[in-house]
Structure formats: C-alpha cells, structure tokens
C-alpha cells in the first residue's frame, strides 16, 4: 500500500498546482457572483445578458465541480490506502489499485487544459471556411468540414451560428462564416486553422476518377470585452444586397445583407443570416472590430503565427491536415504527425485526440 500512497500523495500535489494555475478558486469566486445575480428579481428583464450569465455560470460550475471532485476522491483514496496499512484487504487493496490508476488516466486529460492558457483560449471563435482549388468538389469538400466542425461543437454543447455563407454552383458552399461560443472554443477549435487537403473518388465524376479538393479554415478569437479600437467611417465602405442564403420570404426579398469592407487593412465581413439590415450591420462590426483588434496584437506582440496562422492559399503544399478516403483511409495532421484510419469518426467531429495531438506539439516548438 506505501506504493499506492505515495503516487497518490504525488498526484495530489500535481492536482494542487494545477488548481493554482488553472486559478480555480477564482473561477469559485466568480461563480458565487454569478449565482448571486441570478437570485436578483429583475434577472430576467433583460433576456440576453440573463442567458449569457446562465452559460457563462453553467460553464464554470462543471469546471469548478470536475476538479473539486478530483481532489475529494484523492483524498478518499489517502486515506482508505491509510487504514489498508493497518487493516490489509486483498479485496480493497486491488479496488484501490484500480481507482489510482482511473484517477491517474482521469487528471492526464483534465491536464489537458494547461495547454489552453494564451490569452484568447477561453473564450469563443470566429471561422471562415473558404473553398480551394477543385471548383464543385472544393466547395462539397468546404461543406463537409464545416459539418464536421459544427458536429465537433454541438457535441461540446457550444452555440453554433452561421453568419453568413455564400453557395456553392451545384453544391457545397463556396465560402462561410461561422461564430461558435462556448468555453475554450478558438483554444481548440485553433487546431485547425489552415489548409485541408482531401483525396477521394468523386461523387461528381461518371467515371469514378480519384480527386483531390483544397479547402481553407480561418480561425480568430472574438474578443468579448471592450474593443479598443477605433475605426473612422471615411475607412469603411459598407454594401446592402438581398440575402442569398437560406432564410424565410423576408430575408430573401429585403436588403438585408451587409458586407464591410475595411479599407485601409482590405478585411472584408459579411453577415445575411439576421433579418434586419441594422442586425447584420451591428454582427458584421463585431467580427470586424475583433479582426481589427487582432492585427493589432499581431503588431504590438509579434503573436501572428500563433493566433492565425500565416495565410497560405487553399493549394498544393499548403495544407496542414490531409484526409485519405481512397485507396486507403486515413486522416494524418502534418504538423503533429497525429494519424488515424478512423477517418469516419474524424468528420462526424471526433476531432479532441488531433487537437490535443497539436497542442502538444504546438507547446514543444
């Protein structure tokens, strides 16, 4: 049992200084806070900031209660491994060998969240998908990874939003812009940012002929709090046109949409998933404004490869994820060497062990 204690002794001492780091005690306070407001009478008089606080508590409460039981179940395990010592049981003795182990594989993942500790990793993402090369089978092969992101997100119970989307000719989309909130969101989802390289016998080809599609992620934070930046409106250049994206009757026959164009920088935003021209404008700026914000950093911090990444066109030898469905399967990130035949389970979303993969790789460099 000595065994047993002592790594049980040394795991808890990594679960105190990881408490410390991840600053759960002021996750805890913040919580209380959070709580506290949302038994005021007038909570719910304004609805949206009601449901933020509701998310924003929801989120920290199961990350606060994860490692709070973590260090409850150690402490259970000190101490039945102390009475074992004096009291040995051969039945006991093998449940406490197993639970350590359990425990030890447990803290490995919530470790996990150690590599999520730059400045915008918390907080929610801004992706563009844009097609490549390849023409209608880049703009399926764009559809198909936003799917497959989207799932990825639903999955971790992240809001999901389709800004804008330009379609394809036949099918798929051409280009797409996609807002996701949710704790730890572009910490993630920044994995992926970059070129995507798929291989597969085509389902637009009569002759079954083996193609290869490009298409490009563009991941930003969006910066929740306040932006300061300042943007003359002499730089802006701001179009109204009808909604070409899926919508009821009225989005489709108003001008609804807007697209800003930042003239000094060329950033370019488009938003025609609201139904008021005033809505699309006010989400359009945000994006901007977190655009704008962005490259400031880059300059002020020299942060660009990290938060971005170099733009690379959607070609050739650009790609950092390549997907393998013929002759074979497999799905192999570039960077990390992650790889898996599983390449079903990674377009249904089952993307964690290629974006810890990276992470890890991305603190070594």
Same mark, same amino acid.
């Given at each position: 049992?000595?065994?047993?204690? =002592?790594?049980?002794?040394?795991?808890?001492?990594?679960?105190?200084?990881?408490?410390?780091?991840?600053?759960?005690?002021?996750?805890?306070?913040?919580?209380?806070?959070?709580?506290?407001?949302?038994?005021? @009478?007038?909570?719910?008089?304004?609805?949206?900031?009601? =449901?933020?606080?509701?998310?924003?508590?929801?989120?920290?409460?199961?990350?606060?209660?994860?490692?709070?039981?973590? =260090?409850?179940?150690?402490?259970?395990?000190?101490?039945?491994?102390?009475?074992?010592?004096?009291?040995?049981?051969?039945?006991?003795?093998?449940?406490?060998?197993?639970?350590?182990?359990?425990?030890?594989?447990?803290?490995?993942?919530?470790?996990?969240?150690?590599?999520?500790?730059?400045?915008?990793?918390?907080?929610?993402?801004?992706?563009?998908?844009?097609?490549?090369?390849?023409?209608?089978? +880049?703009?399926?092969?764009?559809?198909?990874?936003?799917?497959?992101?989207?799932?990825? +997100?639903?999955?971790?119970?992240?809001?999901?939003?389709?800004?804008?989307?330009?379609?394809?000719?036949?099918?798929?989309?051409?280009?797409?812009?996609?807002?996701?909130?949710?704790?730890?969101?572009?910490?993630?989802?920044?994995?992926?940012?970059?070129?995507?390289?798929?291989?597969?016998?085509?389902?637009?080809? +009569?002759?079954?002929?083996?193609?290869?599609?490009?298409?490009?992620?563009?991941?930003?934070?969006?910066?929740?709090?306040?932006?300061?930046?300042?943007?003359?409106?002499?730089?802006?250049?701001?179009?109204?046109?009808?909604?070409?994206?899926?919508?009821?009757?009225?989005?489709?026959?108003?001008?609804?949409?807007?697209?800003?164009?930042?003239?000094?920088?060329? %950033?370019?935003?488009?938003?025609?998933?609201?139904?008021?021209?005033?809505?699309?404008?006010?989400? +359009?700026?945000?994006?901007?404004?977190?655009?704008?914000?962005?490259?400031?950093?880059?300059?002020?911090?020299?942060?660009?490869?990290?938060?971005?990444?170099?733009?690379?066109?959607?070609?050739?030898?650009?790609? %950092?994820?390549?997907?393998?469905?013929? @002759?074979?399967?497999?799905?192999?990130?570039?960077?990390?060497?992650?790889?898996?035949?599983?390449?079903?389970? %990674?377009?249904?979303?089952?993307?964690?062990?290629?974006?810890?993969?990276?992470?890890?790789?991305?603190?070594?460099?």
């Amino acid at each position: 049992m000595k065994e047993e204690i =002592k790594q049980l002794q040394e795991l808890k001492e990594k679960v105190e200084n990881t408490w410390k780091l991840l600053k759960i005690d002021n996750l805890k306070i913040e919580q209380d806070k959070l709580e506290q407001s949302m038994q005021s @009478p007038d909570f719910w008089s304004d609805a949206e900031k009601a =449901k933020n606080v509701s998310k924003r508590y929801d989120e920290i409460k199961q990350e606060v209660e994860v490692w709070k039981k973590m =260090k409850e179940e150690i402490n259970e395990l000190i101490e039945l491994g102390n009475e074992l010592e004096k009291s040995p049981d051969k039945q006991l003795q093998e449940e406490l060998k197993n639970r350590t182990q359990d425990l030890f594989t447990k803290f490995e993942k919530l470790e996990f969240y150690l590599l999520l500790d730059s400045k915008y990793d918390k907080g929610n993402a801004i992706l563009t998908f844009t097609a490549g090369s390849g023409g209608t089978e +880049a703009q399926d092969w764009a559809e198909m990874i936003r799917r497959m992101v989207m799932r990825f +997100a639903e999955d971790k119970g992240w809001d999901v939003e389709i800004i804008d989307e330009s379609l394809g000719t036949e099918t798929g989309v051409k280009s797409s812009l996609v807002r996701i909130e949710g704790r730890y969101a572009y910490g993630y989802l920044q994995a992926l940012s970059g070129t995507h390289r798929l291989v597969r016998i085509s389902p637009f080809d +009569a002759e079954k002929m083996r193609h290869t599609s490009f298409a490009s992620i563009e991941i930003i934070p969006e910066i929740n709090e306040e932006i300061d930046i300042e943007i003359d409106p002499k730089d802006l250049r701001i179009d109204t046109f009808m909604s070409g994206g899926k919508g009821g009757q009225s989005v489709n026959t108003t001008y609804s949409a807007v697209r800003i164009v930042h003239i000094p920088t060329g %950033i370019t935003v488009q938003c025609q998933n609201e139904r008021s021209q005033l809505q699309n404008k006010d989400t +359009a700026m945000k994006v901007l404004k977190s655009k704008l914000q962005i490259l400031k950093d880059e300059e002020l911090e020299k942060e660009k490869q990290e938060l971005r990444g170099v733009y690379k066109s959607a070609e050739w030898g650009n790609q %950092i994820i390549s997907y393998v469905l013929h @002759p074979y399967k497999m799905v192999k990130d570039l960077r990390s060497k992650y790889e898996t035949a599983d390449t079903d389970k %990674i377009l249904d979303g089952g993307l964690i062990e290629l974006m810890e993969s990276f992470l890890r790789w991305k603190k070594g460099q």
